[in-house]
C-alpha cells in the first residue's frame, strides 16, 4: 500500500516566500483545472497551483517568478507574525519607551520638513552643520544642492545623510554616486559603514561579471538600486550608451524629474 504525501501549503497573495534561495512575494495564486491525479507527486493526491511571485531582492526587484508550488523543491513560507500572549507579562516600562521612541522616528511624513529620520539611522556623530544640506533638500521640489565645504568638514557624510533622508521618505529610489576612480571604494565603505546602504561598484569588472551572470545584453545601469562609478568610465562609449538606454524617454515625467542641471 502506498502511503500519501501531504503537499506543502499553498501561500496566499502578499504572503513572503522563499524560493530557489532568494525571497518573493506572493502576487496571484491559480489552481490548476487538470485532474489531481494526473499531476500529483510521489503519490500526493491534490489541485496543483501556479503561484506566481515579485522579487523583493535589491539585486532584482520588479522580475516576475512563476512556479508550480507542490513540485518547487525547497519552497517555503514566511509565516505571519503571532500578536504577542498577554498572558505571558508586559515589557518593561524602558523598553516600551524605546520601541515608541522608534515609531515616531518611522512615521515621519514626506510633507513633515521639521523632523529628521537620517541621522537616527545612521552610526555617526554629526555635528550642527552637517544638518544644513538635509534641511536645505527637504524644502526643495526637486534636491538640487552643491556642498563645497572645506576639506575635512564631512562631505561625504552631508551627502550621506541627504540620500538616506530621501531614502527613508520615498523621494529617492535609485542613487548613483559619479567620482574619481580611487575614491569609489572609500564611498562604497563610508555609505555601508556609517549609513548601512550598500552600494555596488560598476566597472569593467563588474560588466564582465554581469555579462557572464545575466548574458550578453545586461545593462549594468539597472542592476542594483544604488551604484558607484568613475568619471572616466562613464565616459567611455558603452557604458555611456547603456547609461542613456537607462533613462526614462525624454518628455516623460520621470525624466523630468531624473533631469538635473
Same mark, same amino acid.
Given at each position: 500500500?502506498?502511503?500519501?504525501?501531504? #503537499?506543502? $501549503?499553498?501561500?496566499?497573495? +502578499?504572503?513572503?516566500?522563499?524560493?530557489? =534561495?532568494?525571497?518573493? @512575494? %506572493?502576487? *496571484?495564486?491559480?489552481?490548476?483545472?487538470l485532474a489531481?491525479?494526473?499531476?500529483?507527486?510521489?503519490?500526493?493526491?491534490?489541485?496543483?497551483?501556479?503561484?506566481?511571485?515579485?522579487?523583493?531582492?535589491?539585486?532584482?526587484?520588479?522580475?516576475?517568478?512563476?512556479?508550480?508550488?507542490?513540485?518547487?523543491?525547497?519552497?517555503?513560507?514566511?509565516?505571519?507574525?503571532?500578536?504577542?500572549?498577554?498572558?505571558?507579562?508586559?515589557?518593561?516600562?524602558?523598553?516600551?519607551?524605546?520601541?515608541?521612541?522608534a515609531?515616531?522616528?518611522?512615521?515621519?511624513?514626506?510633507?513633515?520638513?521639521t523632523? #529628521?529620520? $537620517?541621522?537616527?539611522?545612521? +552610526?555617526?556623530?554629526?555635528?550642527?552643520? =552637517?544638518?544644513?544640506? @538635509? %534641511?536645505? *533638500?527637504l524644502?526643495m521640489?526637486?534636491?538640487?544642492?552643491?556642498i563645497?565645504?572645506?576639506?575635512?568638514?564631512?562631505?561625504?557624510?552631508?551627502?550621506?545623510l541627504?540620500?538616506?533622508?530621501?531614502?527613508?521618505?520615498?523621494?529617492?529610489?535609485?542613487?548613483?554616486?559619479?567620482c574619481?576612480?580611487?575614491?569609489?571604494?572609500?564611498w562604497?565603505?563610508?555609505?555601508?559603514d556609517?549609513?548601512?546602504?550598500?552600494?555596488?561598484?560598476?566597472?569593467?569588472?563588474?560588466?564582465?561579471?554581469?555579462?557572464?551572470?545575466?548574458?550578453?545584453?545586461?545593462?549594468?545601469?539597472?542592476?542594483?538600486?544604488?551604484?558607484?562609478?568613475?568619471?572616466?568610465?562613464?565616459?567611455?562609449e558603452?557604458?555611456?550608451?547603456?547609461?542613456?538606454e *537607462?533613462?526614462?524617454?525624454?518628455g516623460?515625467?520621470c525624466?523630468?524629474?531624473?533631469?538635473?542641471?
Amino acid at each position: 500500500m502506498t502511503a500519501s504525501v501531504a #503537499l506543502p $501549503a499553498v501561500p496566499s497573495p +502578499g504572503q513572503l516566500v522563499s524560493v530557489r =534561495q532568494r525571497r518573493y @512575494v %506572493v502576487s *496571484a495564486v491559480a489552481a490548476s483545472a487538470l485532474a489531481p491525479v494526473a499531476l500529483a507527486p510521489s503519490g500526493a493526491r491534490g489541485p496543483q497551483h501556479l503561484v506566481t511571485l515579485q522579487s523583493v531582492e535589491d539585486d532584482g526587484r520588479g522580475e516576475e517568478l512563476q512556479v508550480v508550488w507542490e513540485i518547487e523543491p525547497g519552497a517555503t513560507v514566511f509565516e505571519r507574525t503571532q500578536l504577542p500572549d498577554p498572558r505571558k507579562g508586559f515589557d518593561d516600562p524602558r523598553r516600551l519607551d524605546a520601541f515608541l521612541d522608534a515609531v515616531r522616528w518611522g512615521a515621519v511624513a514626506s510633507a513633515d520638513v521639521t523632523r #529628521l529620520n $537620517a541621522p537616527f539611522r545612521s +552610526g555617526i556623530t554629526i555635528e550642527d552643520y =552637517q544638518l544644513d544640506p @538635509v %534641511v536645505r *533638500a527637504l524644502q526643495m521640489p526637486r534636491a538640487n544642492l552643491l556642498i563645497a565645504d572645506d576639506v575635512g568638514l564631512g562631505k561625504t557624510i552631508e551627502a550621506g545623510l541627504v540620500v538616506q533622508e530621501l531614502i527613508l521618505r520615498h523621494r529617492a529610489r535609485t542613487v548613483l554616486v559619479v567620482c574619481p576612480a580611487g575614491l569609489q571604494l572609500q564611498w562604497r565603505d563610508q555609505m555601508r559603514d556609517k549609513f548601512g546602504l550598500e552600494f555596488r561598484i560598476v566597472d569593467s569588472e563588474a560588466m564582465k561579471e554581469l555579462r557572464r551572470r545575466r548574458g550578453l545584453h545586461v545593462n549594468p545601469w539597472t542592476h542594483f538600486p544604488r551604484l558607484i562609478t568613475s568619471v572616466d568610465f562613464l565616459k567611455r562609449e558603452r557604458p555611456l550608451r547603456l547609461f542613456r538606454e *537607462a533613462l526614462p524617454p525624454e518628455g516623460s515625467p520621470c525624466s523630468r524629474a531624473a533631469s538635473t542641471s
